[in-house]
């Protein structure tokens, strides 16, 4: 069977040597920027209980989980 103009092309997808390097960068953000989260969701939650709630906490929680699902985003290319 001729496979004429196919020549010997590889198929697989090309594996990156810069893999594990990447993986470990995106799990490091993700652990940064979640523990920032968690610490912000905390503050937020408490804000709520105060005499007067301010509105700061919320944006900067609002802020926090934007960039947790965009960093979880890169991060799960790599696992």
């Given at each position: 069977m001729s496979q004429e103009g196919w020549g010997s092309?590889?198929?697989r997808p090309a594996i990156d040597p810069d893999a594990p390097r990447?993986?470990?960068a995106w799990?490091?953000?993700l652990g940064f920027v979640g523990f920032?989260?968690?610490m912000a969701m905390v503050t937020a939650v408490w804000?709520?209980?105060r005499a007067?709630?301010?509105v700061l906490p919320s944006?900067?929680?609002l802020v926090l989980l934007v960039a947790l699902v965009v960093v979880w985003k890169g991060y799960s290319r790599y696992r």
């Open positions: 092309v590889d198929q990447k993986k470990l799990e490091a953000a920032f989260t968690v804000n709520v209980f007067e709630p301010a944006v900067i929680l």
